[in-house]
């Protein structure tokens, strides 16, 4: 995206790809995702989730989920206990580096996705 551009992120098409095998929950899950661009050492774009269900290790990451409905578990993580979060159009969750999850759709889940630039490496 340049400066002044407007988009209307729900109508962006995205090509979905079939999880890998060792993601995955459930059959038939796939993801979609584009890159829009980067901001003051910050990566943006949209990803995409089918319904259905996998597993995940995450990067560093800030979403905002703009339509769908899920869950994400999160496994224990540095002394933290594990839990679950539920996601809908307007919540906001960061990920940390390292995070074993497990994201369960039942609506087909789109967020917005904020990541350190590689040369900027993790913000914990």
Not at 91 to 119: A, D, N, Q
């Amino acid at each position: 995206m340049r400066g002044g551009e407007a988009l209307n992120i729900n109508r962006v098409p995205l090509i979905h790809e079939q999880v890998p095998a060792d993601q995955l929950a459930l059959p038939e899950t796939t993801t979609g995702f584009v890159e829009l661009g980067s901001i003051g050492g910050t990566d943006f774009g949209i990803w995409e989730m089918s319904t259905g269900s996998m597993y995940d290790v995450e990067a560093e990451e800030i979403f905002i989920v703009v339509a769908g409905s899920g869950t994400v578990v999160i496994d224990e993580f540095k002394g933290h206990p594990p839990h679950t979060a539920t996601l809908s159009p307007g919540t906001i969750m960061r990920l940390s580096e390292g995070m074993k999850t497990t994201w369960t759709v039942t609506e087909t889940l789109r967020k917005i996705y904020l990541t350190p630039t590689e040369e900027h490496g993790s913000n914990s």
